[in-house]
C-alpha cells in the first residue's frame, strides 16, 4: 500500500511538473512575437551570370488555400493529420498509439508528426535529432499554432512541402506532374500527388509507377475510411488514367538536380550558415555552375549512351583556376535515379592514376626520356609473393620506352617499374600532397589505379596540373546571402603553390602524347581514336579496370572528368570504354567551340628537343619518327641514354 501511495504520489509530482512547463510553453508561445513564416524556407540558386536556375519555395509559385483543389486539401489532412483541426500542434492520442505500435513491433511503423509539426521542419535546413532541435520545433509549432489560423499553416504547408524532383510547393509540383494549376486537381491526381512527400524519391510516379500506384491506393483507402469519399469514388479515381507530363515549364535538364543536390549537400557543410530559415529569411545561393555548359554535358551524354540504357554515368567540369565546379552530372537521369554518384560513389580509377606517379618521377630525376624496357616481367618480393602486371591486350615493346611512350600507351609494366623504383610510399604520399583523402593501399598495383576514389577529389588533383601547380578547393557555391541581401558566407580562392611549374609544364605536354599519331608504334596511343574530334590542344588521360572506365584532361581554361561503369559494378565490355573518351571530346570542344585555343607559356629553365619519342633518344637524319620533348635544362638526353631496369640487372 505504501508503494501504491509513492506511486501516486510520483506520478502527480511528473504530472504538475509537465503542466508547469507545458503552460509556460503555451504562456511563451502567447506572449511571442509573431513569426514571418510564409516566405522563410525560401531558397534560391543562381548560377555564375546571377540567373536564376531553382527556388526551392517562392512567392511567385505561392498559391492561396482557396485556389487548391478541394480533393488535394482532404487528401492531404486524410493521409498526414486527421485530426488537424481540432488540435493545438500535438496530437497526443495519436503519439500515444504510435508509441505503442513501434514499440510492440520493435521496427518505426508509424509517425506522429502532425501538419504543423511538419511545417516547423521545412524551416530548417537539416533535420538533426538533437535536443535543441527538438525544442526549437516544440516552441516554433506552438508559435504558429498561436498566432496563425488552421487555414494559413495549411496553406504554408501545401506551399512548402516536398514533392520529388525539385518541386516544392503544391503549385509547382502541379504543373511539373501534370501541366495544371493545384486548383484543377483531380480525385486521382491530387491523391497520387499526396502519396509523393513521404517519400519523394520512392512514391515520385516518374521514378516507380508502381510503388506510386500502391501509394495512392492507401491515401485513397483511408480518404474513405474517414468519410472524405466513397468507395465507388475511390475505385474510379484509382482507375483513371493519369497523363504525367514530368518537365518544368522553364529549364528542362535531366541532370541539374544533381548539380542542385550537391549545392545543398556543400551547403550544410559551411558551418556559419544559419540553420533555421527564420534566422535569414531564406537563401540566396551562388554557385559555380554554367547553365550551358551543364547543357552541352547533359547532351553529349545522352546521344553517346542512347545504345545502352543500363550503363551509368558520372562527370564533372571545373575552373581548374579556381575549383568552381561549372557542371555536375551524378547519372543519365534524376528522374530515374536520385543517387549522386558525383557525392557518394567511389570507384577504381585504373590508369588516371598514372599522371599522379609520373609527376612524382619527374620530381625525383626522371625526364621525357627515362627508359624502362616493356615486356613481360614478373616481381618477386622479399615474403616470395609475385606480382605480374599485364598490358592492356599483352602488347609489349620488348624494348627499352621513354616516359613519353609509356605515357602514350599507358604501359603497365613500366607504371609499376617505375612505382618500385621512387618507393611504394611514394606515390601514397604524392596523391595527399595533391589534396586525395581516399584510403590508398602501399602495393604494386596502386600504380594501375587499383584503389577507389570519388570523381571530385580525383579531378581536384588534376586541376594542380591544369594551373600549373596549386592546390584549389573545390566547390559550387560562390556566396550566400539572406534575404536582405547580407553576406553570410563568400568562398575564399587563395591557392596554395604545391609542385613546381616546370615539372608541371613537362608532364602536361607528355599527356598531349595520348593522341599524338608520331607515337603509332608497336602499339597505338590510347586515346587516338578521338584525336579527329579535337581541334585544339589538351592533356588527356584515359583509365580503364574490368568495371570502370574513365577520361580526364584539361588545358588552362578547364577540366572535365567523365567515368562510365554499372552500379553493381558488373563487367563493362570493349566497346563500353569508347563512351567517356567520346563524351569526353565533345564536351571539351563544345564548350571551347568559340574559345581561343590557349596552352601553357614555357618556363625559362625548360628546353625543347627533338627526339625518337619512342626511345626518348635525339633524333638525327636517320630518325623515322622526330618530336620535340621537353626538358628541365641540364638533363636532355644525350645519344648514351640509359635503361633504368638495366643498370639493376
Not at 560 to 572: A, H, K, P, Q, R
Amino acid at each position: 500500500m505504501k508503494i501504491f501511495k509513492k506511486l501516486l504520489k510520483f506520478l502527480f509530482f511528473v504530472f504538475l511538473i509537465l503542466f508547469i512547463l507545458g503552460f509556460s510553453i503555451y504562456g511563451y508561445s502567447r506572449v511571442s512575437s509573431k513569426l514571418e513564416i510564409k516566405n522563410a524556407n525560401n531558397i534560391s540558386l543562381y548560377d555564375k551570370n546571377g540567373n536564376l536556375f531553382f527556388m526551392g519555395n517562392g512567392t511567385s509559385q505561392w498559391i492561396n488555400l482557396d485556389d487548391i483543389s478541394k480533393y488535394l486539401i482532404d487528401a492531404t489532412i486524410s493521409t498526414e493529420d486527421k485530426n488537424f483541426y481540432n488540435h493545438f500542434g500535438f496530437d497526443f492520442l495519436r503519439i500515444l498509439k504510435a508509441s505503442w505500435i513501434n514499440i510492440t513491433s520493435g521496427k518505426t511503423k508509424q509517425g506522429a508528426s502532425t501538419i504543423s509539426q511538419q511545417y516547423v521542419k521545412n524551416l530548417f535546413l537539416d533535420f538533426d535529432k538533437t535536443w535543441e532541435r527538438k525544442w526549437n520545433e516544440l516552441w516554433l509549432t506552438l508559435n504558429i499554432e498561436m498566432h496563425y489560423s488552421k487555414d494559413e499553416i495549411l496553406e504554408g504547408y501545401l506551399n512548402t512541402i516536398n514533392y520529388g524532383h525539385g518541386m516544392y510547393g503544391i503549385e509547382n509540383a502541379s504543373q511539373f506532374y501534370f501541366n495544371k494549376s493545384a486548383s484543377n486537381l483531380t480525385l486521382a491526381e491530387a491523391s497520387l500527388l499526396v502519396g509523393i512527400p513521404k517519400s519523394p524519391s520512392n512514391y515520385s510516379p516518374i521514378v516507380n509507377f508502381d510503388l506510386a500506384k500502391s501509394r495512392q491506393k492507401m491515401v485513397l483507402s483511408g480518404m474513405v475510411k474517414n468519410g472524405y469519399i466513397s468507395e465507388e469514388e475511390m475505385n474510379e479515381a484509382y482507375n483513371e488514367e493519369l497523363n504525367i507530363i514530368g518537365k518544368k515549364n522553364s529549364i528542362n535538364l535531366s541532370t541539374l538536380m544533381y548539380y542542385q543536390d550537391a549545392v545543398l549537400n556543400e551547403l550544410e557543410s559551411i558551418d556559419n550558415i544559419p540553420t533555421s530559415f527564420l534566422d535569414t529569411g531564406g537563401l540566396k545561393i551562388y554557385t559555380s555552375l554554367d547553365l550551358d555548359v551543364q547543357t552541352i554535358l547533359e547532351e553529349k551524354i545522352t546521344d553517346n549512351l542512347a545504345d545502352n540504357e543500363t550503363i551509368q554515368v558520372n562527370a564533372i567540369m571545373m575552373d581548374p583556376n579556381t575549383g568552381g565546379i561549372i557542371a555536375l552530372v551524378g547519372g543519365r537521369d534524376y528522374s530515374l535515379s536520385q543517387y549522386n554518384r558525383s557525392l557518394s560513389s567511389k570507384r577504381q580509377v585504373g590508369s588516371v592514376m598514372k599522371p599522379i606517379l609520373y609527376y612524382s618521377a619527374l620530381e625525383n630525376g626522371f625526364t621525357s626520356s627515362t627508359c624502362f624496357t616493356s615486356e613481360e616481367t614478373t616481381f618477386t618480393f622479399s615474403n616470395n609473393q609475385n606480382y605480374s602486371p599485364r598490358n592492356a591486350n599483352e602488347v609489349y615493346g620488348n624494348k627499352p620506352i621513354s616516359l613519353a611512350a609509356a605515357i602514350a600507351y599507358s604501359d603497365n609494366v613500366y607504371a609499376v617499374k617505375t612505382h618500385i623504383f621512387l618507393g611504394e610510399d611514394n606515390l601514397v604520399n604524392m596523391a595527399q600532397r595533391l589534396g586525395i583523402t581516399s584510403s590508398m593501399a602501399e602495393v604494386p598495383s596502386l600504380a594501375l589505379g587499383t584503389s577507389e576514389m570519388n570523381i571530385i577529389e580525383l579531378t581536384s588533383a588534376y586541376a594542380t596540373f591544369a594551373n600549373e601547380g596549386y592546390k584549389i578547393t573545390p566547390h559550387l557555391i560562390e556566396r550566400v546571402e539572406d534575404n536582405n541581401g547580407n553576406v553570410l558566407y563568400e568562398v575564399d580562392d587563395v591557392k596554395e603553390s604545391i609542385l613546381n611549374p616546370s615539372l608541371v609544364y613537362i608532364l602536361n605536354n607528355l599527356l598531349t602524347s595520348t593522341y599524338d599519331p608520331t607515337f603509332i608504334d608497336y602499339n597505338y596511343p590510347t586515346v587516338l581514336s578521338i584525336a579527329s574530334k579535337l581541334s585544339k590542344k589538351y592533356s588527356i588521360k584515359s583509365g580503364t579496370t574490368a568495371t570502370d572506365s574513365w577520361t580526364v584532361g584539361y588545358n588552362p581554361q578547364v577540366i572535365t572528368s567523365v567515368w562510365v561503369g554499372y552500379d553493381d559494378s558488373s563487367n563493362i565490355s570493349s566497346s563500353d570504354y569508347m563512351y567517356t573518351k567520346n563524351i569526353w571530346a565533345e564536351t571539351m570542344e563544345g564548350y571551347l567551340k568559340d574559345k581561343e585555343d590557349i596552352w601553357y607559356d614555357m618556363p625559362n629553365n625548360v628546353v625543347g628537343v627533338v627526339v625518337d619519342p619512342i626511345s626518348g633518344l635525339p633524333a638525327d637524319n636517320s630518325s623515322t619518327k622526330k618530336k620535340v620533348l621537353y626538358y628541365l635544362k641540364g638533363t636532355e638526353p644525350s645519344e648514351t641514354q640509359v635503361v633504368f631496369d638495366e643498370i639493376s640487372e
